[in-house]
């Protein structure tokens, strides 16, 4: 890059998210209950955004969530995901269909959750940004939207 030309900082708050397909939260309910029929859903509005993959991905990037020290018992898997779902409680990103989860196999942990356009459920790691969709050995029994 040439010395007179400024790098462009990219951060989360000046990103815009592409999705503007609504999807109702009794819904994307029956949608969760298809991946995960044993869960318990709980939904805080009436509808949601669906993810756009590539907004998601991208707002990772920028994000700091997982470069936070690990912290057995005080800043652990849950305050990752609590965290991770705070970042993206900002105008224009917090009506995504994004929230928390937890796993009780292969065992008992705390990540996110999102259902993006094609109508699929992805984990999100927050202590590594890994965006998950092989979700045969996980089970999940809780998903907080």
């Known amino acids: 890059m040439c010395w007179w030309i400024k790098k462009k900082v990219i951060s989360p708050e000046t990103l815009t998210p592409k999705s503007t397909e609504k999807i109702t939260c009794a819904e994307l309910t029956s949608l969760l209950k298809n991946y995960v029929p044993t ?59 994004l929230g928390i989860c937890w796993t009780t196999e292969p065992y008992s942990h705390a990540l996110n959750a999102m259902v993006t356009e094609d109508m699929k459920l992805w984990l999100i790691e927050p202590q590594s940004d890994e965006i998950i969709d092989n979700l045969k050995d996980i089970k999940i029994r809780l998903i907080l939207m």
């Open 39 to 97: 869960a318990q859903i709980i939904m805080a509005d009436n509808w949601k955004y669906l993810c756009h993959y590539d907004d998601i991905a991208l707002f990772l990037a920028q994000d700091q969530t997982n470069k936070m020290e690990w912290i057995e018992e005080t800043r652990d898997c849950d305050d990752f995901a609590f965290r991770l779902k705070g970042q993206f409680s900002i105008p224009s990103w917090s009506g995504l269909a």
